[in-house]
């Protein structure tokens, strides 16, 4: 079955740096992932998506990478800011599990 | 256009009542989804439906029932409530060739 989870469970940085949370896979069917970013109270909120035939993608401070061989994403946010403070999720497209998430705490 | 809209956003219930979590969306979009999400724990799918009267089992169904009479709304059903289905739940919708999904603002719910 599907296994999607991440390396680490809390990650706090600094405002202005750039962070990085990861994600690792099972299942090599998947074609298709997404970021998803989880406020405090509210619901999950899509990112950014990647297909599996990409290996990189750029949104508006966020980057996803793909390594297929390793079977492992991650999002890598540029400049931090408190607003970004939250749980970041990976979830396969084509599925519909969420992993634990990552909890992203910026340091002001 | 609200998007997707939860009721109720608070409900304290006890053990063996009933109850009724609604979800409603005004996006026209065919698939709508239910999880539920304990503390410090990743979304679990319930049910979901991939359009009017077409409903299937998600990871965790037991204990949960739901229907689908209409486009807007996916109705989240407990029969007999218990202290494990205390959690966050969160309603969600997709169009059709899309996999992003929209959720709601979720219904916190306590079983005492």
């Known amino acids: 079955g599907e296994s999607v989870g991440l390396h680490l469970p809390t990650l706090s940085v600094q405002e202005g740096d750039n962070s990085i949370i990861n994600c690792a896979y099972s299942?090599?069917?998947?074609?298709?992932f997404i970021w998803y970013k989880q406020e405090s109270g509210k619901g999950p909120q899509f990112i950014i998506d990647i297909r599996s035939n990409m290996d990189k993608r750029q949104g508006q401070r966020v980057t996803v990478l793909l390594n297929k061989t390793v079977k492992h994403l991650s999002l890598q946010i540029a400049a931090t800011q408190p607003g970004d403070s939250a749980v970041y999720f990976c979830a396969p497209g084509e599925k519909l599990t969420f992993g634990t998430g990552t909890r992203l705490t910026i340091i002001p | 256009n609200a998007g997707v809209t939860q009721t109720p956003k608070f409900r304290i219930l006890k053990i063996g009542q009933s109850m009724t979590l609604q979800c409603t969306q005004d996006m026209n979009h065919n698939y709508m989804y239910w999880y539920r999400q304990d503390p410090g724990m990743g979304l679990k799918l319930i049910y979901y439906?991939?359009?009017?009267?077409?409903?299937d089992k998600g990871e965790v169904p037991n204990g949960y029932n739901v229907s689908r009479s209409t486009t807007e709304d996916f109705p989240l059903r407990l029969e007999l409530a218990a202290p494990s289905q205390t959690s966050v739940y969160f309603c969600?919708?997709?169009?059709?060739?899309?996999?992003?999904?929209?959720f709601g603002p979720g219904t916190r719910l306590t079983v005492t």
């Open positions: 969600a919708i997709r169009r059709s060739g899309s996999y992003e999904q929209y």
């Open positions: 299942n090599s069917a998947s074609d298709y």
């Open positions: 439906s991939v359009g009017a009267g077409i409903t």
